[in-house]
Each structure stands twice: as structure tokens, then as C-alpha cells.
């Protein structure tokens, strides 16, 4: 078993930065390609980057340009830089490796 414990969010006024924090409980990182996702409401959840065991990122659209996806594994952590933050990037954001997801964290981007 492995708890994903996800940090950082709050709200931020447009243009403005976050970054969040995706702590694992054991070493799983550096083994396994890992995501950040995020889910707006009454929306799906969708994919925002990823980062593979070899370091290889990949970036919606939507974002690409303004966040920037890391990993750091000897402390069993991922982050996401977000910058040049817009209100459409306003929801809850989701860490995920395997199987296993975090609890979420909320990020609202608003004047």
C-alpha cells in the first residue's frame, strides 16, 4: 500500500504561482512514471502532466509553457510548478503512480 499525501494549493489571484507537493509513504517514484491530474467542477477528470521513471515529461496543451512537472526521488516527491495561473485552471488536482491516487488538493485561481 502506498498513501500519496498532495500539498500546496490555495487560492492565487491570475497570473500569480503554486507549487504543489505529491509526498509518497515508500519509494515508488523512481520506478514508475507518475501524474498530476485535475478535475474542475462538473467536469472529468483530466490529465495535466506527466513525468516518466527516465525523467520524460509530457504536458496537456492547456498548460504547456506555464507548469513544469519534477521529481524528486530521493525524498519520494513530485511537484508541479504552476505558473501564469488562469481562472480556467481552477479545480482540484490529483497526484497518481500505479494504482494509487491522492486525496487532492484545491487550487483556485480567482481576483
Known amino acids: 500500500q502506498v498513501q500519496l499525501v498532495e500539498s500546496g494549493g490555495g487560492l492565487v489571484q491570475p497570473g500569480g504561482s503554486l507549487r504543489l507537493s505529491c509526498a509518497a509513504s515508500?519509494?515508488?517514484?523512481?520506478?514508475?512514471?507518475m501524474g498530476w491530474y485535475r478535475q474542475a467542477p462538473g467536469k472529468p477528470r483530466e490529465l495535466v502532466a506527466t513525468?516518466?521513471?527516465?525523467?520524460?515529461?509530457i504536458y496537456a496543451d492547456s498548460v504547456k509553457g506555464r507548469f513544469t512537472i519534477s521529481r524528486d526521488n530521493a525524498k519520494n516527491t513530485v511537484y508541479l510548478q504552476m505558473n501564469s495561473l488562469k481562472p480556467e485552471d481552477t479545480a482540484v488536482y490529483y497526484c497518481?503512480?500505479?494504482?494509487?491516487w491522492g486525496q487532492g488538493t484545491q487550487v483556485t485561481v480567482s481576483s
Open positions: 513525468i516518466s521513471s527516465l525523467g520524460n515529461t
Open positions: 497518481h503512480v500505479t494504482e494509487y
Open positions: 515508500r519509494n515508488i517514484f523512481s520506478a514508475n512514471g
